[in-house]
């Protein structure tokens, strides 16, 4: 399979998993304490064996050929990534914490890694592609070659996201995005016109998105 049928597989899987959901009747509230039509929560993916199989296949056929020598997963949602790639192309696993543990070696890295060797970063998803910078300092004074990351699900709407990881050097690669999630939902009608309208304006221009009642349309 190519990449773009990668991307609109998975993204009916998740959407069927309800791993993404959209909702521009009664959006969700963020941290931020903004509002949206979309929520994407890939740690529910990982209940779903059969639907996980599946996509973690397509993962380990996407990144084999970037032979790593590690599979690292972010604390915490992308460490159950990061141990299903792992077992599937027979390579060794670390996970990474967000800060030192507090005790014993104040261990940031878990598991052993040897200096010099090519490792990329699995995290669950990426939005504006902060999170990332943590997680691979952490991994470059350790004395790892990193300049990949994975991840299932990347927002792909925000042009931020690739200034940041231009600045720290990292090429991202990911199953499938909002974009594929829209296509899915107008190819297969998952919602009412209304609804898929809605959502495109928002993956179109997510600042400026306010639900209809606020909106005066």
Known sequence: MDKKDIA???????LDTQSVLINT????????????PVYVDMRRMISFPKERSILMDYA???????????FSGGE????PYAAFISERLNAPMLYIRKK?????????IEGHMEENKNVILIEDLMNAGTSQKVFVKALRESGAKI??????????IYPQTKDNLKEI???????????????????ENYFD????????????APEAWAPKEQSGT
């Not at 300049?147 to 792909?156: G, R």
């Open 60 to 70: 380990a056929e996407m990144l084999k050929p970037l032979n790593m020598d590690y």
């Open 100 to 108: 030192p543990k507090g005790h014993g070696r104040m261990a940031q």
């Open 76 to 79: 915490t949602a992308g460490i």
């Open 193 to 204: 016109a209304e609804t898929i309208s809605s959502l495109e304006k928002f993956l179109n």
């Open 8 to 14: 609109y597989q998975a993204a009916k899987i998740l």
């Open 147 to 156: 300049e990949n990351t994975f991840v299932v699900f990347s927002y792909d």
């Open 169 to 187: 050097g990292i090429t991202l690669h990911a199953l499938t995005n909002w974009w594929a999630i829209l296509e899915v939902v107008k190819t």
């Open 25 to 36: 009747k009664e959006p969700f509230t963020y941290t931020s304490g903004k509002v949206g």
